[in-house]
């Protein structure tokens, strides 16, 4: 069965430093991958996934994520935080179209001035 | 149109109790997912709806927990004698037949407190 690896609980970092979020998972081919986001009191909005292609996928909320076959990972990145960017954010693998995703434990992110 | 809707948004329930959690996809969002999120497992799927098809029940916890889906559409999470255990927020997903990303769109959730 795939799983995700989410090795950081919470990172915290100051606003406008750069962030890279990693995410790790077990699998035999090539998944479907997604980063989530999660607010307090809300629920998951999609920032970006990758399915094929070109390996660095852009998202929203100025947010890229790139895959990388030979580590199995797929982390996130952002040049510049924003206080608006504290949040959960998960990592999340299907294996085809359709199936269930499996979410990482997820890695909380604090932004302090 | 309107996002997924999920009802209530906060449920406080005995130990023992029944409980029936709603939640209303996307118009015309053929899949619908329920999932659970708790502390101590992070976000687990429980169970899988597609078209006509019969449900993916492989994530349902125990036999207390059940779920239906009306007229390919509203969706109804039940969980029979509530234990305590069971207190966690219940998200709900629906995505489009022709979504080949399989891009699911989630709802508030429901937060469930077994007192």
């Known amino acids: 069965a795939q799983s995700v690896t989410q090795p950081d609980i919470h990172i915290t970092v100051s606003e406008g430093a750069s962030l890279e979020l990693r995410c790790n998972y077990s699998?035999?081919?090539?998944?479907?991958l997604f980063w989530y986001v999660q607010s307090p009191g809300q629920g998951l909005q999609l920032l970006l996934k990758?399915?094929?292609?070109?390996?660095l996928v852009q998202g929203i909320k100025g947010f890229e994520a790139e895959f990388k076959r030979s580590q199995s990972s797929f982390n996130l990145r952002k040049p510049s935080v924003h206080w608006s960017d504290a949040a959960e954010y998960f990592c999340?693998?299907?294996?085809?179209?359709?199936?269930?995703?499996?979410f990482g434990k997820g890695t909380r992110l604090s932004v302090i001035a | 149109g309107a996002g997924v809707s999920q009802s209530p948004s906060n449920k406080v329930t005995e130990k023992g109790k029944d409980v029936e959690l709603r939640c209303d996809p996307i118009?015309?969002?053929?899949?619908l997912y329920w999932y659970r999120q708790s502390l101590g497992q992070g976000l687990e799927f429980l169970i899988y709806?597609?078209?006509?098809?019969?449900?993916?029940k492989s994530g349902l916890p125990s036999d207390r927990f059940s779920a239906e889906r009306t007229g390919g559409s509203v969706s109804t999470l039940t969980i029979q004698r509530t234990q305590q255990e069971d207190s966690a927020v219940y998200l709900c997903?629906?995505?489009?037949?022709?979504?080949?990303?399989?891009?699911?769109?989630f709802g508030p959730g429901t937060r469930l407190t077994v007192l």
């Open positions: 997903a629906s995505r489009g037949l022709g979504d080949s990303y399989n891009e699911q769109f």
């Open positions: 699998y035999g081919a090539t998944p479907y």
């Open positions: 990758y399915f094929s292609g070109d390996t």
């Open positions: 999340a693998v299907a294996i085809s179209g359709n199936t269930p995703l499996v």
């Open positions: 118009s015309g969002h053929t899949a």
């Open positions: 709806f597609q078209g006509n098809s019969a449900p993916d």
